[in-house]
């Protein structure tokens, strides 16, 4: 057999074979610069000296039987950093219902089932998987998940729309790969870019929308730094085949018909009509990311990002990835239980910028929100997230109140103020009265008042006037269920609970409630639900 050498440190190695019949035979390898070897047992093996120049060393041994598996430091005493190498066979440990630990011996695995109820894909279950080695190095995630619903009647049931619809165009577009939904990823260390590089691929499909990414981050600040420093290069590849998608909305209006047969014309008739509005319009999209975050121990905040990138379908006007985003947070202790917070949001994008990357006041993108497990699971159990369970996906600036804007601009999960600009702020004061109660310690209560608009028309700031900014000010608690003591096993298996950031917001004030509903008075009693998409 050939050994090789993979770290700097020269010393001799000890090596086991099993046979088929299940004994073991050991040998060990000296280096030629000892001159001899170590005391080792009488039945062992000495094989050739490795000369310690050489990276690789080849080694014969006769074994009194069939040899199925060999292995490079079975004691574990040699100091090297990977020892999953040092088998022909992969030393997996799996374990069912655990999430994966430390071991330097053993790669863990841990796998799990899981089911989740959507509206728009029926009841899905599938089987969720994810391993580590040491230090969290070589992560993998692996998931299936199958809606059978969806793939005994080709992508036609559930129904998006009613059968008796009077117009037929603008039908969704439905297939049976709908009901197929995975993830597979992995990432790991790369040490020639410094420590705590890491380096990672991912493809996966969630409700109806492909996302495939290749990443790469590198921390810059110092070991023992005071914050936290971070760069981030990503190529990211979407695509949304179907009309069966997360966020999908409906449109009813009515519209008069005339009957005209043999030159005659009834009267009009008014009907109602249903048109189902995909906020991924079908889009096919292939960008480059770049991040920079900086983030200290006391919870100052800055992060900006650069995203450019273009449609891959052929057609004018073709939408893109184009945008720049700031994002910036001051925290300022006051006393044992207040916190001062201090957040703003500036974001820009090209005119032709897709509609799911579009900013949105007071709430994340469409995209943010698909990318969330912990919101993305929770809103699709609804058909219309924000009207039937007042859900929506909470940004950290920005005022909440027109979340439900009856006027505001349609962008898939609710009538959120949306647009390729954004400038918006929030000035938040919480306190976290309960830390004696393991159950109440994640409670946090908040006094919160926003302000900002999102536009589309005009330049980038030649659209922005001072006189068009929504605000808001109230109330609010958020809980980290994530948090709970007896959840702590399963947080850690389950992006959906290590996640669930529950938030309620009650704005009793908004300087422009007619956004809201016609006629409602700026003070009233307003609420608002959801998870928050926090950083």
């Given at each position: 057999m050939t050994l090789e050498r993979r770290e700097p440190i020269v010393m001799p190695a000890d090596v086991r074979v099993i046979l088929d019949d299940g004994t073991e035979h050991w040998a060990t390898v000296p280096l030629s610069i000892m001159e001899g070897h170590k005391p080792v047992p009488r039945q062992w093996t000495?094989?050739?000296?490795?000369?310690?120049?050489?990276?690789?060393?080849?080694?014969?041994?006769?074994?009194?039987?069939?040899?199925?598996?060999?292995?490079?430091?079975?004691?574990?005493?040699?100091?090297?950093?990977?020892?999953?190498?040092?088998?022909?066979?992969?030393?997996?440990?799996?374990?069912?219902?655990?999430?994966?630990?430390?071991?330097?011996?053993?790669?863990?695995?841990?796998?799990?089932?899981?089911?989740?109820?959507?509206?728009?894909?029926?009841?899905?279950?599938?089987?969720?998987?994810?391993?580590?080695?040491?230090?969290?190095?070589?992560?993998?995630?692996?998931?299936?998940?199958?809606?059978?619903?969806?793939?005994?009647?080709?992508?036609?049931?559930?129904?998006?729309?009613?059968?008796?619809?009077?117009?037929?165009?603008?039908?969704?577009?439905?297939?049976?790969?709908?009901?197929?939904?995975?993830?597979?990823?992995?990432?790991?260390?790369?040490?020639?870019?410094?420590?705590?590089?890491?380096?990672?691929?991912?493809?996966?499909?969630?409700?109806?929308?492909?996302?495939?990414?290749?990443?790469?981050?590198?921390?810059?600040?110092?070991?023992?730094s005071d914050a936290d420093q971070t760069l981030s290069v990503s190529l990211l590849h979407q695509l949304n085949p179907s009309d069966r998608v997360f966020g999908r909305f409906e449109d009813r209006f009515e519209r008069d018909v005339v009957n005209c047969e043999f030159g005659t014309c009834g009267p009009p008739t008014s009907l109602t009509f249903t048109e189902s509005t995909n906020p991924f319009e079908r889009e096919h999209l292939l960008s480059a990311r770049f991040g920079y975050e900086v983030e200290s121990d006391g919870g100052d905040r800055v992060a900006t990002g650069l995203e450019v990138g273009a449609s891959l379908w052929r057609g004018e006007p073709r939408p893109n990835a184009t945008r720049f985003w700031l994002e910036a947070r001051k925290t300022v202790g006051l006393g044992s239980l207040l916190t001062g917070r201090a957040d703003v949001n500036f974001g820009f994008g090209d005119e032709n910028l897709a509609r799911h990357k579009r900013f949105r006041l007071g709430a994340g993108s469409v995209e943010e929100s698909w990318q969330s497990d912990a919101f993305r699971t929770t809103a699709a159990a609804f058909a219309h997230p924000l009207r039937d369970a007042h859900l929506s996906a909470f940004s950290s600036a920005g005022p909440v109140a027109y979340l439900h804007a009856s006027n505001g601009t349609r962008d898939g999960v609710g009538g959120a103020p949306a647009g390729r600009n954004l400038l918006s702020g929030a000035l938040t004061l919480e306190a976290g009265p309960f830390s004696q109660n393991d159950y109440l310690r994640p409670l946090r209560l908040e006094a919160f008042s926003g302000a900002g608009k999102a536009w589309t028309e005009g330049a980038t700031l030649a659209g922005f006037s001072s006189d068009d900014l929504l605000a808001d000010a109230g109330l609010g608690a958020r809980y980290a269920l994530s948090e709970w003591p007896i959840l702590q096993d399963y947080t850690a298996q389950s992006d959906v609970l290590s996640g669930l950031d529950l938030v309620a917001k009650f704005p009793f004030w908004a300087s422009d409630p007619d956004r809201i509903a016609p006629d409602e008075d700026p003070w009233a009693f307003r609420w608002r639900l959801g998870l928050s998409l926090e950083r």
């Open positions: 000495v094989a050739e000296a490795w000369p310690w120049t050489f990276e690789e060393h080849t080694i014969r041994l006769e074994v009194p039987g069939r040899p199925v598996k060999a292995e490079v430091n079975p004691k574990g005493r040699a100091p090297d950093e990977n020892r999953l190498n040092n088998s022909t066979h992969l030393r997996v440990e799996p374990r069912f219902l655990e999430a994966p630990g430390q071991s330097w011996q053993h790669y863990r695995l841990g796998y799990r089932p899981l089911a989740q109820y959507a509206h728009d894909f029926g009841v899905g279950a599938g089987v969720q998987a994810r391993g580590q080695y040491l230090f969290e190095d070589h992560r993998v995630r692996a998931m299936l998940k199958l809606w059978p619903q969806v793939l005994a009647t080709g992508g036609e049931e559930p129904e998006l729309l009613p059968d008796d619809e009077e117009f037929e165009e603008g039908r969704p577009d439905v297939s049976a790969f709908d009901g197929i939904d995975y993830e597979l990823s992995y990432q790991t260390e790369v040490p020639a870019f410094g420590a705590e590089a890491e380096a990672g691929a991912r493809a996966e499909k969630h409700l109806g929308v492909l996302q495939n990414t290749l990443f790469f981050e590198r921390p810059l600040a110092a070991y023992g």
